[in-house]
């Protein structure tokens, strides 16, 4: 895990010498990225490519998302500087760029609300979407309330016992919730019930992916939607501190968040990536949702990518303390950066999250999702590296994190870890089983 | 490469046959190792030896998204009973050392790939395989599998569905041999109570793209329903119906079903 900071620079350097690495359109990242579907499925994927393709240039389409963005979600986010919590990352200046603060408390809502007015040019009245713990549903019947479109989620049925709350959450937005009972019950058996769904009505149902993976054009389609973040962030360093970070952290599920955060500093080679995947008990243990670090190439939901596989190619079950982080692929476009060496993909444990996720908290007074926390704690670990460089004092240098979504969800969870609750409460008991409150 | 493949294709060859009959060809799915090893090569030899001309042997595949619940809860059994990739040739080649059905193996692109696309190809013609029929792999994405079934002779069985447009009709019939997967509805596997009318239209663009083998399969569960097929498709795909029949009864219903869906495969006896 040591870092290798001449080595990543030359090879994004040679890559910039080919051009800008930013606006990678798919379908093939590399040799990720593609569509790996049902036949039944590409004409869907194609319109949506055509649609998305004409909106992007539409600047009335532009105009709408940029409204929604300011005035729904509550855009530009705020570039917060972590001066209490920097002390615990070798002394860097730690910045916090704070998407817990949009509108449903994560990066999430980005993407909704953008691939919700996709449905509605296409002409579609109805969004499916998968969940695990719940963000990204709420976050998919939010905007179908907002823009009027029948949702329907679904998530492992035992997911949905775990996540009571976050049920109610999306039927009071006027979603149908759909337990799966199919394969491992959890979030990559929610895509596939997604699909199969999609594969049945999609002459009046658009899939509301929730991350930047899946078939073209998805992974791309899902990072225009992001790419705010990049921008935003970029803009707000250079407007606070007079220039561009050391290096920029996120954490990776199917990697929405990061690769939105990415955009705005894949093209300038001077600032550092790492991605920070979920490391659960260990990845020595088994158990642990660290797919590129330890996956393998493979196909699954319609994308050739790293997968957790075993040696016969099925998938293996992921896990990690964070819900949004347990899954078992990852999008094609962080394999294309991994193998090129332009973003850093390092595992971090749940024990390593909890103790960022505390830091957070008592330093600066911001509940992080458990999601972010991986990323906090990966800052901790790039922070003493670049204090532990000898050009400059750790003062000068600077370090983003993607402060991907708030903590409101994950109390129960995070109680449960420090032992906070009275062992007869009925919180202990939720805690016990997941429960993110 | 056409007439090579022509002369090749162990799949084509079975239709051919039950066509110079005068009827449909009978194609029966069934799960491997389901609901054991040694079953599922029973199966398969009782579907050969019962009217079934070709015995397509799935894969059990942890992510199967083309798939309802019957196949679903079957392969899902066959996983949970240790079921191993590799054993599809065993299966493969117990039903082609007992019968002439010409047999071939429906999979998820995933275990393929991690077997190695060339080593999988290899090993599916050494243990007497037809060809595979490859539900989430289109021509788009299929160079590797291009190259190696042409290497050892292998059927590439593609699919076709209401949704295909003219274009993607034309291209995935050209990149098919043996025949051409007609899907008859928009939806997963599963036994409906009547075929969708989109499957007749289906195979007509099919045939007007150059198909000269269509088959439908998706939804077809008895006689009547391969009757109304037999009339328009060189085959006919029974999946579900025979899978949740080999749960409930065992060997001998699989047989007994195969033999009177193929009472539907020929016109005159409408
Ligand atoms: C707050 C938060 N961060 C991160 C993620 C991980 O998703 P992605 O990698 O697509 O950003 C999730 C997913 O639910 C999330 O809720």
Redesign the pocket.
């Given at each position: 895990m040591v870092d290798a900071p001449s080595a990543d620079n030359n090879a994004a350097e040679a890559f910039l010498q080919g051009g800008s690495l930013r606006h990678a359109p798919g379908p093939y990242f590399g040799s990720y990225g593609g569509r790996w579907m049902p036949e039944s499925l590409i004409a869907a994927l194609d319109e949506l490519e055509e649609t998305f393709n004409k909106a992007k240039d539409d600047p009335e389409f532009r105009a709408q998302i940029a409204d929604l963005n300011k005035n729904y979600s509550g855009r530009p986010s705020l570039l917060t500087e972590a001066k209490r919590f920097s002390e615990h990352a070798g002394g860097v200046r730690v910045f916090l760029k704070r998407e817990d603060l949009n509108h449903t408390g994560?990066?999430?809502i980005n993407n909704v609300l953008g691939q919700a007015l996709l449905a509605k040019r296409m002409g579609k009245t109805r969004v499916i979407a998968e969940t695990?713990?719940g963000?990204?549903g709420v976050a998919s019947a939010t905007a179908a309330a907002l823009l009027g479109l029948e949702c329907v989620v679904y998530m492992g049925a035992e997911d949905c016992r775990r996540q009571a709350l976050n049920v109610a959450r999306m039927e009071l937005l006027g979603a149908t919730v759909i337990p799966v009972t199919s394969g491992s019950q959890t979030l990559k058996d929610a895509i596939n019930d997604a699909l199969r769904d999609w594969v049945a009505n999609v002459h009046n149902t658009h899939y509301l992916l929730?991350?930047?993976a899946g078939a073209h054009p998805f992974p791309a389609m899902v990072r225009y939607f992001h790419e705010v973040i990049g921008e935003e962030a970029r803009a707000q360093i250079l407007e606070q501190v007079g220039r561009l970070p050391d290096a920029v952290c996120a954490?990776?599920?199917?990697?929405?968040?990061?690769i939105g955060i990415f955009h705005g500093f894949l093209d300038d080679p001077s600032v550092r990536i790492y991605g920070f995947e979920a490391g659960g008990d260990g990845v020595d243990t088994g158990r642990h949702a660290a797919t590129i670090t330890l996956g393998k190439p493979g196909v699954l939901h319609g994308a050739r990518s790293y997968l957790m596989q075993d040696d016969d190619g099925q998938t293996i079950e992921s896990h990690s303390i964070s819900?949004?982080?347990d899954y078992p692929g990852v999008g094609p476009e962080h394999s294309y950066l991994s193998d090129i060496g332009r973003v850093s993909y390092e595992p971090i444990t749940d024990s390593e999250a909890m103790e960022a996720f505390r830091l957070l908290c008592r330093t600066e007074g911001i509940i992080p999702?458990i999601?972010?926390s991986h990323a906090l704690a990966g800052a901790i670990k790039v922070g003493q590296r670049l204090a532990a460089e000898d050009t400059g004092t750790a003062k000068d240098k600077i370090v983003i994190v993607n402060l991907?979504?708030r903590g409101d969800k994950d109390v129960a969870t995070a109680a449960e870890w420090f032992d906070l609750l009275d062992k007869d409460s009925a919180e202990s008991e939720i805690g016990k089983e997941g429960e993110q409150l | 490469m056409a007439s090579k493949a022509q002369m090749t294709s162990k799949s084509a060859a079975a239709i051919d046959r039950a066509r110079a009959q005068g009827r449909a060809a009978l194609i029966a799915y069934l799960p491997a190792g389901y609901p054991s090893v040694e079953e599922s090569i029973a199966a398969g030899i009782a579907a050969a030896r019962n009217g079934a001309d070709l015995i397509e042997i799935g894969i059990p595949y942890s992510d199967p998204v083309m798939d309802g619940q019957v196949i679903q809860a079957a392969t899902t059994e066959a996983l949970a009973n240790g079921f191993r990739v590799s054993q599809v040739f065993d299966v493969v080649a117990g039903i082609t050392s007992q019968t002439d059905a010409a047999v071939l193996v429906m999979t998820y692109w995933n275990p393929v790939v991690r077997m190695g696309v060339d080593e999988f190809s290899r090993r599916l013609a050494e243990a007497g395989g037809a060809g595979l029929i490859t539900p989430d792999l289109i021509p788009d994405e299929a160079a590797e599998w291009m190259e190696a079934s042409d290497k050892y002779g292998l059927d590439r069985v593609f699919l076709v569905a209401p949704s295909s447009t003219a274009e993607r009709m034309q291209r995935t019939v050209d990149a098919s041999r043996g025949f051409v997967y007609a899907v008859s509805i928009m939806g997963v596997t599963g036994a409906r109570s009547s075929v969708s009318t989109a499957a007749k239209d289906v195979v007509a663009a099919a045939h007007a793209a150059g198909a000269e083998r269509v088959c439908v399969g998706l939804g077809v569960s008895n006689a009547d329903q391969v009757r109304e097929i037999a009339a328009y498709a060189e085959g006919v795909i029974v999946g579900t119906a025979l899978v949740k029949t080999l749960g409930d009864g065992g060997v001998d219903a699989v047989a007994a079903l195969t033999k009177d869906l193929s009472t539907g495969l020929s016109p005159e006896e409408a």
């Open positions: 994560s990066h999430k695990g713990a963000q990204h929730g991350t930047a954490c990776i599920g199917g990697g929405s968040n990061a819900a949004g982080l999702a999601e972010s991907s979504g | -």
